[in-house]
């Protein structure tokens, strides 16, 4: 039986904010949309390092912006998550909210 895909932390924040930007998910919009939702600020290579170790997991695809898309010549890197990003988006979620069943009567009591 295959061990379930557990995302760390920022993994979690970073591949819900390229689902949630669709096609628009590239570095500056993913840190835009962490900024705005979370309210953490994000490094450039903080993000692009969580991106490539994503994408090497295989939970996110990059892909290139065609040649009109570009800024200061150089084309945007998109991303778009897997199926296997899904997956583990949904094994993280379950297993946190199965962590957090209770906790609000115990954070309220404190």
């Given amino acids: 039986m295959k061990k379930p895909a557990y995302l760390g932390e920022f993994e979690h924040m970073v591949t819900l904010a390229v689902l949630r930007l669709g096609d628009d998910a590239y570095g500056v919009s993913i840190r835009k ?3 705005a939702r ?16 994503l994408a090497r997991k295989g939970y ?3 892909r290139m912006a065609d040649r009109s898309e570009t800024r200061s010549g150089k084309p945007r890197r998109y ?4 199926e296997a990003g899904r997956a ?16 609000e009567q115990l954070l309220e009591e404190g």
Wanted: no cysteine.
């Fill in 33 to 35: 949309e962490l900024e």
């Fill in 38 to 53: 979370v309210g953490r600020k994000v490094s450039r290579s903080t993000a692009y390092i969580t991106l490539e170790r």
């Fill in 60 to 62: 996110l695809t990059p």
């Fill in 79 to 82: 991303f778009a998550v897997t």
């Fill in 88 to 103: 583990a988006l949904r094994t993280s979620g379950q297993a946190l909210m199965r962590l957090w069943d209770g906790y």
